[in-house]
């Protein structure tokens, strides 16, 4: 298993980073709205719609809302971001009390609606971060060093758990060192683009927030497959699951990275 993920991840991971950067305007929406879409057939699943028609279903329409966004021009504006913000607000509140208020959100209907507030705001934050690629950069290494950072620190210290009744192998020791991790990471960035004290201070502080959004963003579709009894969203990458399992943390992440980086300056 752990060659298949190593051979699927630098198979899949170089030529994506590739296109993400060399593609642009309609190339790049339609290559980041084929991740979406292959994303929307899994979450589908996640919903309770096990059957072609229903899968096939919600795909086809997030595929619609995703060019009549392109075309009304709402796929670069900020709007669909506040959505994104008090979906995710939500999804912590169901996160934190599951298995208690699962009667909210079990139904097929709002499965469905949680997954377009999770993954067409995500679409249309990769696309503003599109305008600035070294912030598009940034936020991909930032969620993907807070998993490194949290696996290490988790094998290390994680005997408190995080959220055991959703994901049992999480622990605070692991949010601790995504935490840390982002960080140093935004220092970093802070000192390769010459900010002061200011502005770095408060590029650690929504580096903080979008690491703790892409935590979330993992646990929920945590949440979803233990309701639905199963270990991952798909099978399309091999060792990896599905391609909802890939960027489960970044459904969360980059539309709040998207909202908070003119705070940054």
């Not at 912030?135 to 210290?157: C, H, K, P, S």
């Not at 220092?187 to 979008?210: N, R, W």
Request: glycine fraction near 12%.
């Amino acid at each position: 298993m752990l060659k298949q993920r190593v051979l699927t991840a630098l198979a899949i991971g170089p030529a994506s980073l590739i296109l993400l950067f060399v593609l642009g305007g309609g190339w790049f929406a339609t290559f980041v709205g084929l991740l979406v879409a292959a994303s929307a057939w899994e979450w589908s699943n996640l919903s309770g719609g096990e059957s072609l028609k229903d899968r096939a279903l919600f795909t086809v329409t997030l595929i619609a809302l995703m060019a009549l966004g392109w075309s009304s021009g709402a796929a670069l504006q900020t709007w669909p971001l506040w959505i994104a913000l008090a979906g995710w607000l939500l999804c912590l509140y169901w996160v934190i009390s599951y298995p208690d208020n699962t009667d909210q959100w079990r139904s097929r209907g709002m499965r469905y609606a949680m997954g377009l507030w999770a993954l067409l705001p995500c679409w249309v934050g990769l696309l503003l971060l599109r305008e600035s690629p070294i912030w598009l950069l940034y936020v991909l290494f930032l969620v993907w060093g807070a998993d490194i950072a949290a696996y290490f620190a988790g094998r290390a210290y994680g005997n408190r758990k995080l959220a055991p009744r959703v994901s049992p192998g999480k622990s605070w020791a692991g949010v601790y060192g995504a935490l840390g991790g982002t960080a140093v990471l935004a220092l970093i960035m802070a000192l390769f683009q010459g900010m002061g004290i200011g502005q770095t201070l408060v590029l650690v502080i929504i580096s903080a927030i979008v690491t703790g959004a892409s935590v979330l963003g993992d646990l929920n579709e945590s949440m979803l497959k233990r309701y639905r009894g199963i270990k991952d969203s798909g099978n399309l990458l091999p060792g990896h699951g599905g391609v909802l399992d890939r960027i489960d943390s970044l459904t969360a992440a980059i539309p709040i990275f998207a909202l908070l980086a003119p705070w940054i300056g």
